[in-house]
């Protein structure tokens, strides 16, 4: 089974702390990395982490501002040094495709790494493979900001019992996938009758942001929702007025999103304890975990 799990390469938000990095966050999940926000400093935590950088196939940023962009240079020049040959697809808001050619030529090197651009420019869906699909939504954010979802498609699940109850397995069990049903014994039985439907699992990013519907929207029944969280609810002016979220504010999203479990990063170097961001959002959302550097949430699929 491939490796499903999310690894924090950096909580902070605009300044580093002794003990968070910039922002960056690797999802690996059906054979590919997906690497959302690279801030500064994110080549090297690949290495504290113990995960090599060629994993990453997708590169996601969701806005222009430093702390969320300023390694995606140097994460490109490193899969070039490390010669990946896979395709390395890259997703930004359109807006911003001034700021993502300086980064990506900010510096002299030999490019010889495949890079595949995706400047997004509306919500909705931005790419389907047959095997997952992402979908993008613009935030409240004073810039162009969009957040992401990774969604996995339905799965049919067959259940076992009734399949060696009913006699079902080599030829019938061929023509039960390809003819939706299948007779044994004078009797038909039909594809619902022995499986069903898994909903796909779905992660979902939302960067710097205002409460707004689109936030909610794209978290709608999330498996893993990970939000930003800049300041606790003591400075909510000072969240609005910086269009950003309290970690009340983050878990009220997970709340009326549904999700199924919210995990809080982006925190202002003004905070030292972050547990106080946990206790603050289960008030709310009691399935809420505070991130930390080089820390890994299992992605386990859901029944």
Do not use: W
Not at 110 to 128: N, R, S, T, W, Y
Not at 142 to 168: H, M, S, T
Not at 185 to 199: A, N, Q
Not at 261 to 281: N, P, Q
């Amino acid at each position: 089974m491939s490796i499903r799990d999310l690894t924090i390469l950096g909580s902070s938000s605009q300044q580093p702390t002794r003990m968070r990095n910039h922002g960056a966050y690797l999802l690996r999940l059906n054979g590919e990395g997906f690497l959302f926000d690279p801030g500064e400093g994110t080549q090297r935590q690949f290495i504290h982490a113990g995960i090599a950088p060629p994993t990453v196939t997708r590169i996601f940023i969701s806005h222009f501002h430093g702390d969320h962009c300023l390694g995606f240079g140097s994460m490109l020049m490193r899969l070039n040094l490390d010669r990946v040959e896979h395709e390395i697809h890259c997703y930004y808001p359109k807006s911003g495709k001034k700021y993502f050619d300086r980064l990506r030529y900010g510096t002299i090197y030999h490019e010889k790494i495949k890079v595949v651009e995706h400047p997004i420019d509306e919500a909705g869906l931005v790419h389907d493979d047959g095997e997952f699909c992402i979908y993008a939504e613009f935030l409240d954010h004073g810039v162009d900001n969009v957040a992401f979802r990774v969604q996995e498609k339905d799965e049919r699940k067959y259940q076992r019992d009734k399949l060696e109850e009913l006699g079902i397995y080599g030829e019938s069990m061929r023509r039960l996938r390809v003819d939706g049903e299948v007779k044994i014994d004078g009797k038909t039985i039909k594809l619902e009758d022995v499986s069903f439907m898994r909903k796909g699992d779905s992660f979902v990013y939302i960067s710097d942001t205002r409460m707004c519907d689109s936030a909610i929207k794209i978290a709608k029944d999330a498996t893993m929702l990970l939000c930003e969280s800049t300041y606790l609810d003591e400075a909510n002016q000072m969240a609005y007025k910086n269009h950003h979220l309290t970690a009340k504010q983050a878990a009220e999203i997970a709340k009326q999103a549904q999700a199924k479990k919210l995990i809080l990063t982006h925190f202002s170097a003004r905070y030292l304890d972050l547990s106080l961001f946990e206790i603050e959002a289960r008030k709310i959302f009691r399935r809420t975990n505070v991130a930390e550097d080089l820390k890994k949430f299992t992605f386990d699929k859901t029944c």
